[in-house]
């Protein structure tokens, strides 16, 4: 997809810029089927090697199995000693094997023969799937093997074998061999898994196509919807895209009508600030322009100059405590705006309480002290807690009550500040964390520029936490922090 973006370029004699393009990649819709064939082959390709490796065991263990039944047959036959047709007991091992070997019905990939010690071997009437009285020098490797099963390779392939071995009472030594040519199963198996993997190709195909049909469907209202967001960039933010429907599509149409919303609402907050804080850098601004334009620089009284220069130098301290304000506030937007760190909370509330004490002539008290290990960062909480406090030594008189507390209530700790001020009144409290507000609607004043309180929030807000006030108007106020993570 393509992406569009308009900047905003100051009117004036230079050109505006050119709107940058994103260079167009790979479509969606390719990245769709492409993803959804690699999907499909690495689970095919893992299908035919299970299915190749299992059925591979299962040959091996189906073989394994006969051997071990025919060694058992002929085991039985051996430990009774006595020819079931006759029921004579056999004289001899030889007469035994000759019994045993003439009477057995091999599979197609079995083979069998008798060995008897000093008398040679003893070979079946038929020749598949390998003739063995032609090659001698397999049957002496089997023979001469210590192991009772083993692999040996033939011009048939590979063979799997078991030998049961065979003494007699009268000394007699013999031993009786049960082969499995196992690679005519292998290539059986082989043979379905090239099977398998020609359908999986075929499947691939198919799929492929279709996922390019499906993802051009699904894809269609995504281009509407982008065509519709070009269109809103280009006229202005109160347009909105249409929603209809309740699937995917209309959901991801409400998100963005949503965040334009926000955009929209971003945009208002912004030029409201930069008014706001225009205006009240342009007071000092034009207080000490106007003394110092009225200052005579050859003469005067120096009282008068010193009386310029005091409040001049007093705008000035104003005016750099807003820009600090402001880059505060700017700063918390940042991840590491706090570091949070295990501190103790009733130390942390006496430090508290004494730097309070010098903001002014009032009667403070220690409202509570929490116990316990908190997790928070000190030196931002004690800002806000310093700033509630100056706040309230702002709306009271010398001698006015002030209490500070603090308090661990499970997974929360709370500090506050409560006062005996006039109070604020519910429409006050809804904007009075806003910035450049203060009690009573004005927007900054000669005391401060309505930037504390906001400072305040944005430490809660950092923490993860929330700004709390209880206020009756007429009555005083407690205005306090609410943090997570207070139980460590």
């Known amino acids: 997809m393509t992406t569009t973006t308009e900047r905003v370029t100051p009117v004036g ?37 299970i299915t190749r490796n299992l059925l591979r065991q299962e040959a091996f263990s189906d073989a394994t199995a006969a051997l071990e039944q025919e060694a058992l047959e002929y085991h039985e036959v051996a430990r009774t000693g006595v020819d079931q047709t006759t029921r004579q007991p056999f004289p001899t091992v030889n007469a035994l ?31 598949g799937p390998i003739p063995l009285n032609r090659h001698q020098d397999i049957t002496d490797t089997i023979i001469a093997s210590p192991a009772s099963a083993g692999v040996v390779s033939t011009p048939a392939g590979d063979m799997q074998w078991i030998k ?105 907050t912004q030029r409201e600030f930069l008014d706001d804080a225009s205006h009240e850098l342009r007071t000092p601004i034009t207080i000490v322009r106007g003394h110092l334009e009225l200052m005579d620089p050859a003469g005067g009284d120096p009282a008068e100059r010193a009386e310029v220069v005091r409040l001049c130098t007093d705008e000035l301290d104003r005016m750099s405590r807003i820009v600090d304000d402001l880059l505060l506030l700017a700063k918390a937007e940042r991840p590491d705006f706090v570091r949070p760190e295990p501190v103790e909370l009733a130390e942390l509330t006496s430090d508290v309480d004494a730097k309070v004490r010098a903001l002014g ?43 500070v507390g603090s308090a661990r ?7 506050w500040v409560t006062d005996t001020g006039p109070g604020v009144t519910p429409a006050e409290i809804e904007v009075i964390f806003d910035r450049f507000t203060r009690a009573g609607g004005g927007r900054g004043h000669r005391g401060g520029a309505g930037l504390g309180l906001a400072i305040v929030r944005a430490i809660a807000e950092a923490h ?18 609410e943090l997570p993570g207070g139980a460590r």
């Open 13 to 49: 004699p230079a050109p505006p810029a050119p709107p940058e393009r994103r260079t167009r990649g790979v479509p969606a819709r390719v990245l769709i089927m492409c993803w959804l064939l690699v999907l499909m082959t690495v689970v095919l390709v893992a299908v035919c090697l």
């Open 97 to 127: 094997l000759e019994n045993h070997v003439r009477m057995q019905y091999p599979d197609d990939d079995e083979v069998i023969f008798g060995w008897i010690e000093g008398g040679g071997y003893l070979h079946q009437a038929r020749t």
């Open 164 to 268: 049961v071995v065979t003494t007699a009472p009268d000394g007699g030594r013999g031993a009786y061999v049960v082969g499995y040519l196992i690679d005519r199963d292998l290539a059986e198996i082989d043979a379905t898994i090239r099977t398998l993997a020609l359908v999986s190709l075929l499947g691939l195909v198919f799929a492929g196509g279709a996922a390019w049909v499906v993802a051009g469907q699904i894809l269609a209202p995504v281009r509407l919807v982008r065509q519709a967001a070009a269109e809103i960039t280009e006229r202005d933010l109160t347009s909105r895209i249409q929603v209809a429907g309740n699937d995917d599509i209309a959901a991801l149409s409400e998100q963005f009508n949503a965040m334009l919303d926000r955009l929209e609402q971003a945009f208002a």
């Open 361 to 403: 002539d009032r009667d403070w008290r220690l409202d509570g002290i929490g116990v316990g290990i908190v997790h928070v960062d000190p030196q931002r909480v004690t800002q806000a807690v310093v700033q509630l406090a100056h706040n309230a030594v702002q709306h009271t008189e010398p001698g006015d009550r002030i209490m």
């Open 409 to 415: 209530t499970g997974g929360l700790v709370s500090f």
């Open 464 to 481: 993860h936490g929330t700004v709390k006030v209880l206020s009756t108007p007429g009555s005083g106020a407690t205005f306090g922090i």
